[in-house]
């Protein structure tokens, strides 16, 4: 089956589902989305890295990715394989010592451990033809700048969110601080 490469797009709280998060992958090469619904503490495992956070301790997929260098074990690829009943199936691609290793993995973990290891993610098309959407002429845009402007932190200037930036670090709540971040590049883009 051919593979399809998926990027993140966006990650924000779900309305439909209270403690749940929309995690949002898009094509690399399209304009479809797969939204899928992740925890809480997955989503801040997912958005630490992708902001490149530094918590003072180690998340629990960076001890995975500490544990598996350690034994030799790399990530090679997540693909998303199934989509069954609502939920997202994927399989970590592993290799150790030049064998691959296919290993279950709930997909909110999979996309975790794939940021920490560089790896690629993909889906395929009789997954992406069933949970996927498609976004006529958003290929480019984000889907949360909206939810952004209209956000609390509208009122604020960038060096006061910048501030806020910071406190929302030391506080260790990742997933306000990448609200904040991306507030702050939209509206520095915008003078």
């Not at 966006?10 to 090469?29: D, M, R, T």
């Not at 797969?34 to 180690?58: M, W």
């Not at 394989?81 to 994927?90: L, P, Q, V």
């Not at 279950?104 to 959407?133: C, H, K, W």
């Amino acid at each position: 089956m051919q593979k399809i490469e998926l990027k993140i797009v966006g990650l924000s709280y779900s309305h439909s589902q209270s403690s749940a998060y929309a995690l949002i992958l898009g094509e690399v090469k399209g304009n479809r989305r797969l939204p899928i619904i992740v925890g809480g503490l997955e989503a801040q495992s997912i958005a630490v890295e992708v902001e490149k956070l530094k918590p003072a301790r180690p998340l629990t997929h960076d001890l995975f990715k500490a544990f598996a260098e350690n034994f030799g074990v790399s990530v090679r690829e997540v693909i998303i394989n199934k989509f069954f009943e609502g939920i997202f199936y994927s399989l970590l691609i592993c290799e150790k010592d030049g064998k691959i290793i296919e290993i279950d993995s709930r997909t909110s973990d999979a996309v975790a451990i794939a940021l920490r290891f560089n790896s690629p993610i993909f889906t395929y098309e009789s997954v992406m033809s069933i949970g996927g959407i498609t976004l006529e002429g958003e290929k480019d845009e984000d889907p949360l700048s909206s939810e952004l402007e209209e956000s609390e932190f509208s009122t604020y200037s960038v060096s006061e969110l910048d501030d806020l930036l910071h406190k929302a670090i030391e506080q260790e709540n990742y997933e306000r601080a990448s609200t904040i971040r991306d507030l702050i590049k939209k509206r520095n883009k915008l003078k």
